[in-house]
């Protein structure tokens, strides 16, 4: 027989052996002579000490732990027989040890924290804000026992409380601050609660049905294969046995009904909370009423004096939010305008035409859709004071705009009275008189797949024509930009492939866009290095539909430089 493991637990002769010392320690414990100073409320301290260290080693199992806690009995109980001779050493060693440990406890004591003062008696728990009056079964009805609350029960000026309404459809009252936390826990279980039964009627409706529709299908296949064998079947087809697809419903519309009966219980709440809010009201305006009859005039709270603002704050917030959104979009609208299939026009344009259209002698009638106006030809306008020019070259090209007073004064290697061959940079101060200053802009950035990139450089601008020397700017800005965005979205040049026999012999070839343009009077400058290889056509076409609605005159180059004009038979004097 395999020798076993000892248990002290388990064993009747440990357990004999044990009580049999321990009464032994406490029969000669008792019996050792102690002086009263050692001795505490007049009781032999040694008792204690045999017990409490029983009652620590409770706990051992170990074989060695038991074996070294009995051996250290069994000495002491030799120790205390010795102990019980008076004057002896044993005894002497007994009470130098409590007097030490009587020591050792006084100063604990001492430095002991002072206990909690006794609570006074039992306050009385708060009425409740609201009270149910409504039986059970019927819809919930609240009152509120505590709001309005008479004058006599609180001291200083009456404060009205707020309702207020979670996110999650919870109604509370608050009519103090800070908001206590037992409002914040109930205001949280709640939360969680609601959550909880929205998640379980989700996963009912996701999974729940169809594995109840499984396990259905399943007895029934294995009730048409009993009753094949002439068994009985193993499921009650009594009306009153629901199948699992009815389980899970009715547990789904208990659900349901728990979600529908919490909507229906806080709109109860609410309705007894406003209530109770209004006659605060009430009361409130009775006072200052009395008040006002005695000559007291009662002074409104911070909050009441901030609400006003507050809330006129708020409006000119909204306002200002609107009328960004409004500028953004039709910022966004105006950079879009003229571009296929349909355009897109900002005000800004439409108001630019009108003011055309009312300073020429013979207005026109607004072009509907860019494109579809601006085809292929010569456009002139009714006072041209610029040309365009597109040539069919590969060499790097320059955008540059001047005014009509063609003088010899260069500015920085720009020649002004024609163009130059360098494509960027401004150069020295400039001669006129009616330079009120230096302005340069150097816009870079204007990258489309990692192509080119387009600069602009602005030189003196007149104090009269500041406008129309803007505009100078704006329109070379918006060429490049409308060159890019043509190569972006006609790329294929085949699209123009109506543009006729001129359009079909540049349709593979690569240019840059180039050109003269000038507004009004003066000698403003503008040169735009673009150098990018363009498809001339789509080039060409972007170039016809915004020179269209700048009432500007468009021409191509050919190979050998001649100026040739489309094939349309003539220009569409424009304004």
């Not at 205390?80 to 004591?109: D, G, M």
């Not at 080039?539 to 190979?559: D, L, M, N």
Request: with cysteine; proline share 5%.
């Amino acid at each position: 027989m395999p020798k076993q493991q000892f248990i002290a637990a388990r064993s009747s002769r440990h357990r004999i052996a044990v009580i049999a010392l321990f009464r032994a320690l406490l029969r000669e414990g008792r019996e050792v002579t102690l002086p009263q100073d050692v001795c505490r409320k007049g009781k032999n301290p040694v008792p204690d000490l045999i017990k409490r260290g029983f009652q620590r080693n409770k706990a051992d199992v170990s074989p060695r732990l038991i074996f070294a806690a009995l051996s250290a009995g069994y000495k002491f109980l030799t120790f205390f027989k010795n102990a019980r001779v008076p004057e002896s050493k044993e005894q002497a060693e007994i009470i130098t040890y409590l007097r030490q440990k009587n020591e050792h406890i006084a100063r604990a004591e001492a430095e002991k924290r002072p206990g909690r003062k006794p609570r006074g008696p039992a306050t009385p728990p708060p009425k409740p804000v609201l009270q149910r009056i409504s039986a059970d079964g019927e819809e919930p009805k609240y009152v509120s026992r505590l709001f309005p609350r008479p004058r006599d029960s609180f001291e200083g000026r009456r404060k009205i409380p707020q309702v207020i309404v979670t996110a999650q459809g919870h109604t509370f009252l608050r009519h103090k601050r800070p908001q206590p936390r037992v409002v914040s826990d109930i205001l949280r279980r709640k939360t969680w609660r609601k959550a909880r039964i929205n998640e379980v009627s989700i996963e009912m409706t996701e999974c729940d049905y169809a594995a109840a529709r499984e396990e259905d299908e399943w007895d029934r296949l294995v009730d048409e294969q009993l009753r094949a064998a002439g068994q009985h079947s193993r499921v009650d087809h009594s009306p009153s046995t629901s199948t699992y697809y009815q389980s899970v419903q009715d547990s789904y519309y208990h659900m349901i009904g728990q979600i529908d009966a919490e909507r229906r219980n806080e709109l109860a709440r609410a309705k007894a909370l406003i209530e109770a809010v209004k006659g605060e009201e009430e009361m409130l305006a009775q006072e200052v009423e009395e008040a006002r009859k005695r000559g007291v005039r009662i002074v409104p709270t911070v909050i009441e004096k901030l609400r006003p603002y507050m809330k006129h704050r708020k409006l000119k917030k909204e306002t200002k939010l609107k009328r960004f959104k409004k500028r953004r979009v039709d910022r966004w609208r105006g950079s879009l305008g003229g571009l296929e299939p349909g355009p897109v026009s900002s005000s800004l344009w439409f108001s630019r035409v009108q003011k055309k259209q009312a300073q020429s002698e013979a207005p026109t009638e607004v072009p509907s859709t860019l494109l579809d106006d601006c085809k292929e030809g010569t456009f002139t306008a009714a006072k041209p004071s610029c040309e365009i020019s597109l040539p069919a070259t590969d060499a790097r090209s320059t955008v540059a705009v001047r005014g009509d007073d063609k003088t010899d004064e260069k500015d920085g290697g720009i020649d002004n009275t024609g163009l130059g061959t360098s494509s960027l940079g401004v150069g020295g101060a400039g001669t006129s008189r009616t330079v009120i200053s230096k302005v340069s802009f150097l816009i870079t950035g204007l990258t489309a797949g990692g192509v080119g990139a387009a600069s602009v450089v602005v030189s003196k601008l007149r104090r009269e024509k500041i406008e129309d020397d803007m505009l100078a700017c704006v329109l070379s800005v918006k060429l490049g930009l409308r060159a890019i965005v043509g190569v972006l979205v006609r790329g294929v040049a085949g699209i123009f492939a109506r543009m006729g026999r001129r359009d079909a012999e540049l349709r593979d070839g690569k240019a840059d866009v180039g050109g003269v343009c000038g507004f009004g009077e003066g000698d403003s400058v503008v040169r735009a290095g673009v150098g990018m290889p363009l498809d001339i056509t789509a080039a060409f076409r972007i170039t016809q539909a915004f020179a269209c609605s700048e009432g500007i005159r468009v021409t191509t180059a050919g190979r050998d430089g001649a100026a040739e004009d489309a094939d349309t038979g003539g220009g569409r004097p424009l304004v």
